[in-house]
């Protein structure tokens, strides 16, 4: 019997984009044998849900503006409430695999709202999304955690604002990153060295959340990322790490290295780390995935300071990583040995025996 999978894509979100990239991907790994796909498209601007067509084998979803508007039913079981002109109800879906990145969708409210609906879902629930998607929060929990290597780090809010001296006074850096407490995919996110430089970098990141970060750099990070899956019986695999080289002109893995510029980074799979190293940041992934109440999936990103043979921090757990072509989670399981539809299945398998540990 096909599982009835519903894809949510796109979002209310700065990385909306992403997110079709990412769905498309999704869908494509989803074996047609074994799911009956239905996208449902969030839009940008308004954050309404629409039923799309479901996918034929090997198709991509698309945003339409024409589908009817759908809710997740509370207490429906999975059904979705169908609402055009008389409303009604679909057959429940067996899963929903949020393939959302950054607010409203990696931070907990998508999730809330499928536990109320009842139905099983890939990923984290309503604690671990939010308190990863949580920059301040995260580094907080790891903190208490036991987690060494947290990069020193300040919160600022309208009415709690830092100025640049004091950052660089606090942090003992003149170099910060400035970035939102909530978002992802580098949006909103600067390096500073002087205060008109950091007066606009905080404007610009209050832009996309009232809380924002201030953050040592790490000078000539290596940027690391290990991949973390959780079996259905609860156990963590982490993958080998990788790595991310961003192309000397863009400074940092900035949004353009990210997406814009195909030649914006390269990937390196496995990093070149000695093993003793890959090993500590594969046991620190594992240790933050846990420290933050993550479920299913993370990809754990962590830098390491070239200079310092002991300078490795964890830098941010993504509970919903990108999983377009370029992204490194599913490249870090291929090459483990688990090819993008085997991914799939072992990230719904745990979803399916969650939700049966859960009722
Ligand atoms: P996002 O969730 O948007 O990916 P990150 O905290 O990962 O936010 O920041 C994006 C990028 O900015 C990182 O991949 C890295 O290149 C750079 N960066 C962020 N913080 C620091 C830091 N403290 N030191 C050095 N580089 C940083
Ligand atoms: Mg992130
Ligand atoms: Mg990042």
Redesign the pocket.
């Given at each position: 019997m096909r599982r009835k999978v519903a894809l949510l894509f796109g979002g209310r979100s700065a990385e909306h984009e992403v997110s079709i990239l990412s769905a498309g991907n999704v869908a494509r790994a989803l074996d047609p044998d074994r799911y009956a796909v239905t996208p449902i498209a969030i839009d940008k601007e308004t954050g309404a849900w629409r039923l799309c067509p479901a996918l034929a084998a090997g198709e991509a979803p698309a945003m339409g503006q024409d589908g009817p508007l759908v809710a997740f039913l509370p207490g429906g079981g999975g059904r979705l409430a169908i609402l055009s002109d008389a409303a009604a109800l679909s057959e429940p879906f067996d899963v929903v695999v949020p393939v959302l990145h950054g607010p409203n969708g990696e931070d907990g409210t998508v999730q809330g709202a499928l536990d109320l609906a009842g139905v099983p879902y890939v990923g984290s629930g309503v604690v671990g999304s939010a308190a990863a998607m949580d920059?301040d929060v995260a580094k907080r929990l790891m903190r208490d955690a036991g987690l060494p290597m947290i990069?020193p780090?300040l919160a600022a809010t309208a009415r709690r604002p830092v100025s640049y001296a004091d950052a660089a006074a606090a942090l003992e850096s003149r170099?910060?990153?400035v970035?939102?407490a909530n978002?992802?995919?580098?949006?909103?996110?600067s390096?500073v060295t002087d205060p008109a430089q950091f007066d606009r970098a905080a404007a610009h990141a209050f832009g996309y959340d009232e809380k924002i970060?201030i953050?040592?750099?790490?000078?000539q990070?290596r940027?690391i990322e290990c991949a973390v899956l959780e079996t259905p019986e609860g156990e963590l695999r982490v993958s080998p790490p990788g790595e991310?080289a961003?192309a000397a002109a863009h400074g940092?893995?900035?949004?353009d290295?990210?997406y814009l510029d195909p030649d914006g980074a390269a990937l390196l799979i496995p990093a070149a780390l000695d093993a003793a190293r890959a090993d500590r940041m594969r046991e620190l992934a594992a240790r933050a995935f846990a420290a933050l109440a993550c479920a299913g999936l993370a990809r754990v990103?962590l830098?390491l300071d070239p200079a310092d043979p002991a300078g490795i921090?964890v830098?941010?757990v993504?509970t919903l990583p990108g999983f377009t072509a370029i992204s490194m989670y599913p490249k870090l399981w291929d090459a483990a040995g688990l090819a993008p539809p085997a991914l799939m299945d072992a990230l719904i398998a745990h979803a399916l025996a969650r939700h049966a540990r859960a009722v």
């Open positions: 920059k990069v780090f170099t910060l990153f970035k939102p978002m992802g995919s580098s949006v909103g996110v390096r970060l953050e040592r750099a790490v000078p990070a940027e991310i961003p940092f893995y900035g949004y290295a990210k990103d830098f921090f830098n941010e993504n």
